[in-house]
C-alpha cells in the first residue's frame, strides 16, 4: 500500500475534497479522502507538494499512426488556396493514405510513439488510437499490428479502433465486399481492434453502408461508432442513435433537432474542438447537447491533416472557450465520459476500486488544467500507481 499525501484538492467522482490523500494497492485505489480521515498503514508515502490531483485523462479519438506530413496543405491553406486545388496536386488526406499504406509496422511505430509521450505527457492515461489510413485490407490490418506494438511499448493503456474511413475512387463495391468479409473478421479474430468506426459523410460512407459495417461489426462481438455531422447531414446520427453504438464523433453539424435526439439517447456525443481551431469549421453544439441531456466527452483527435493537436489538457480548455462548457464539464468530458466513449469502467474518476491513474498538476487549483494556455499544466502522471 502506498500513499500518496499532501494533495490541495483532490477532484474525485462528483466532489473536491481539499487536504486530501489517496492509497493505491496493486495498481488500484484502495481508498481517497481527506488526509486527516487516514488510519490505515501505508508501506511507504509520497508527499505531492500541495498540489491539486485529477484522474488521468482518457482520449477517446485520435489517429495517432500517420507517415508523412501535411506543412505544405497547411501553408497553402494559410495562404489562400482551396481544399480543392490541394487534393488535386496530390495533398490531403490520399498523400497521408499513400504514405501510411507504405510504411513498415516498425516505421510506424515509431512514427507514433511520441506522440503518444505527448499525450501522455498532457495528462492522458487511456488512449483511443484509430486505423483508418490503409485503403487496403492488408494496409489497414497493419496499421492496426502497428497500434498493437505501439501498445507494447508504452506505458499508457492504448485502445484500438478500426476505422473505415473513406472509400476508394474506385471500386466502392469491392472495398465494401472485402471490408465485411475480410477486414473486420480477421481484425476481430485476431483481437486487433475492441471497436468499429466509420465516416459517414457525403464524400465518406452513406448511412446504409454505415448499416451494414455497424452489423457486420456486432456479428464479430465489436463495438461500433461514427465519425458524423462534421460538414453535412446524411443520416449518421440517425443511425447511430436507433443503433444504440457508443459514441458518435464529431456533430459540428448537428441541427437543435438533432441535438434533443442525441440528448435523449444514452449514446455518448465526443467533440473534438481542435478540428474547429484547425480549420475553422464551426464548434459542435457542446453547451446545448449538454443541456439537452448528452453525456458530452472531448478528444483530441489528433491527425495530421485536420487535428495537429498534442495535448488532452490543451482540447478541454477549446472545449471551455469554444464548446461553451464549463471547467466542471470539461474535466468530466475529458475523464469519465470519455471512458464511457470507450465503453471502460475502470477509469476516469478516482475512487476505490479503479485504476490508480491520475494527474498532479503544477497548481493548487485543479482548474488551471482547463485554464493555462501554452504551457504544459500537468506536473506529473501516475498509471497504475507509477509515475510514468
Ligand atoms: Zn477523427
Same mark, same amino acid.
Given at each position: 500500500m502506498k500513499l500518496f499525501r499532501n494533495i490541495s484538492?483532490?477532484?474525485?467522482?462528483?466532489?473536491?475534497?481539499?487536504?486530501?490523500?489517496?492509497?493505491?494497492?496493486?495498481?488500484?485505489?484502495?481508498w481517497c479522502g481527506p488526509e486527516a480521515d487516514w488510519t490505515g498503514r501505508a508501506d511507504?508515502?509520497?508527499?505531492?507538494?500541495?498540489?491539486?490531483?485529477?484522474?488521468?485523462?482518457?482520449?477517446?479519438?485520435?489517429?495517432?499512426?500517420?507517415?508523412?506530413?501535411?506543412?505544405?496543405?497547411?501553408?497553402?491553406?494559410?495562404?489562400?488556396v482551396g481544399y480543392e486545388a490541394i487534393l488535386a496536386r496530390g495533398g490531403g488526406i490520399r498523400s497521408t493514405i499513400a504514405k501510411t499504406a507504405a510504411e513498415s509496422v516498425q516505421n510506424l511505430v515509431a512514427l507514433a510513439r511520441p506522440?503518444?509521450?505527448?499525450?501522455?505527457?498532457?495528462?492522458?492515461?487511456?488512449?483511443?488510437?484509430?486505423?483508418?489510413?490503409?485503403?487496403?485490407?492488408?494496409? %489497414? *490490418?497493419?496499421? !492496426? @499490428?502497428?497500434?498493437?506494438? +505501439?501498445?507494447?511499448v508504452v506505458k499508457a493503456r492504448l485502445v484500438p479502433t478500426l476505422l473505415?474511413?473513406?472509400?476508394?475512387?474506385?471500386?466502392?463495391?469491392?472495398?465494401?465486399?472485402?471490408?465485411v468479409n475480410q477486414l473486420i473478421p480477421e481484425a476481430a479474430a485476431r483481437g486487433l481492434a475492441q471497436a468499429v468506426d466509420v465516416f459517414v459523410e457525403r464524400e465518406a460512407w452513406s448511412a446504409a453502408e454505415a448499416l451494414r459495417f455497424i452489423e457486420c461489426a456486432r456479428a464479430h462481438c465489436l463495438e461500433a461508432k461514427l465519425h458524423t455531422e462534421q460538414f453535412?447531414?446524411?443520416?449518421?446520427? %440517425? *443511425?447511430?442513435? !436507433? @443503433?444504440?453504438?457508443?459514441? +458518435?464523433?464529431?456533430?459540428?453539424?448537428?441541427?437543435?433537432?438533432?441535438?434533443?435526439?442525441?440528448?435523449?439517447?444514452?449514446?455518448v456525443a465526443?467533440?473534438?474542438?481542435?478540428?474547429?481551431?484547425?480549420?475553422?469549421?464551426?464548434?459542435?453544439?457542446?453547451?446545448?447537447?449538454?443541456?439537452?441531456?448528452?453525456?458530452?466527452?472531448?478528444?483530441?483527435?489528433?491527425?495530421?491533416g485536420s487535428s495537429?493537436?498534442?495535448?488532452?489538457?490543451?482540447?478541454?480548455?477549446?472545449?471551455?472557450?469554444?464548446?461553451?462548457?464549463?471547467?466542471?464539464?470539461?474535466?468530466?468530458?475529458?475523464?469519465?465520459?470519455?471512458a464511457a466513449a470507450l465503453g471502460l469502467t475502470d477509469c476516469?474518476?478516482?475512487?476505490?476500486?479503479?485504476?490508480?491513474?491520475?494527474a498532479v498538476l503544477e497548481s493548487a487549483d485543479w482548474r488551471d488544467v482547463v485554464y493555462s494556455l501554452g504551457t504544459n499544466p500537468v506536473r506529473d502522471v501516475f498509471i497504475r500507481g507509477e509515475r510514468v
Open positions: 484538492e483532490l477532484v474525485a467522482l462528483e466532489r473536491v475534497v481539499k487536504h486530501a490523500a489517496i492509497a493505491v494497492e496493486n495498481g488500484r485505489i484502495a511507504s508515502t509520497e508527499d505531492l507538494g500541495g498540489r491539486a490531483v485529477i484522474p488521468a485523462f482518457i482520449d477517446p479519438h485520435t489517429h495517432a499512426v500517420w507517415a508523412g506530413d501535411r506543412l505544405a496543405d497547411f501553408e497553402e491553406r494559410a495562404c489562400g506522440r503518444i509521450g505527448a499525450l501522455m505527457r498532457s495528462g492522458a492515461a487511456t488512449i483511443e488510437v484509430k486505423s483508418g489510413y490503409g485503403f487496403t485490407v492488408e494496409a %489497414e *490490418l497493419r496499421m !492496426l @499490428e502497428a497500434i498493437r506494438e +505501439l501498445a507494447r473505415i474511413h473513406i472509400p476508394p475512387i474506385e471500386s466502392r463495391e469491392d472495398y465494401i465486399e472485402a471490408v453535412h447531414r446524411v443520416g449518421g446520427l %440517425e *443511425l447511430g442513435v !436507433l @443503433e444504440r453504438v457508443l459514441s +458518435l464523433d464529431h456533430l459540428e453539424a448537428c441541427s437543435p433537432e438533432q441535438v434533443q435526439l442525441l440528448g435523449a439517447s444514452q449514446t465526443t467533440i473534438l474542438p481542435g478540428v474547429t481551431l484547425h480549420l475553422g469549421i464551426p464548434a459542435a453544439p457542446g453547451r446545448a447537447l449538454i443541456d439537452a441531456g448528452a453525456k458530452v466527452a472531448v478528444g483530441t483527435d489528433l491527425n495530421p495537429p493537436l498534442y495535448s488532452m489538457s490543451t482540447a478541454l480548455a477549446l472545449a471551455v472557450r469554444l464548446n461553451g462548457l464549463t471547467p466542471e464539464e470539461g474535466l468530466r468530458a475529458g475523464t469519465v465520459n470519455a476516469g474518476s478516482i475512487e476505490p476500486g479503479m485504476r490508480a491513474d491520475f
